[in-house]
């Protein structure tokens, strides 16, 4: 009887929406680029060199690069955050872990940009480093979190 009890209770708390967790679902964001810009003195020496040379050919370990996730995410309605992750490896983050809030701008060296339904988040400058790995999951303001979009710069 007093397993019946506690059963007809939890359906009545089910019910009533009493449990604290709703239902949501979130977007998942599209199109994701992992973007690898030179500085401009590494631009510079390209032009110099030769005007058809792509300045990515050039980059060694000692030249500095500015990383951004770039994104599109039509519907953002409930999104609270953006966790991103950058890293040399498959799955790692040995270069950025950070969750963006949304909309807002981020402390340090980080930045936040959105145009549109386009969002740009900055990493900041890193030594130039090939690959790279990114992911972005989108998180609502009730803890749902979108699939994991991922990309690299091979």
């Known amino acids: 009887m007093q397993k019946l009890t506690y059963l007809l209770l939890a359906f009545a708390i089910v019910a009533l929406g009493l449990s604290g967790v709703e239902a949501q679902t979130i977007t ?6 992992l973007i690898v810009q030179p500085d401009a003195q590494v631009l510079m020496t390209a032009i110099q060199a030769d005007t058809a ?10 030249d500095t690069v500015e990383i951004s996730l770039i994104f599109l995410s039509p519907d953002t309605t409930g999104v609270d955050s953006v966790i991103a992750t950058i890293g040399t490896t498959l799955g790692g983050s040995d270069v950025l872990q950070h969750t963006f809030v949304f ?3 981020p402390a340090g060296n980080l930045s936040w940009l959105r145009t549109g339904t386009s969002i740009k988040l900055g990493a900041g400058h890193h030594a130039y480093s090939t690959p790279l790995f990114g992911t972005i999951q989108l998180k609502s303001s009730l803890g749902a979190i979108s699939t994991i979009l991922q990309c690299d710069t091979q």
Do not use: G, R, V
């Open 53 to 62: 040379t792509n300045p990515m050919s050039i980059l060694t370990s000692a």
């Open 28 to 33: 998942i964001p599209a199109n994701l680029s």
């Open 103 to 105: 909309d807002q701008t």
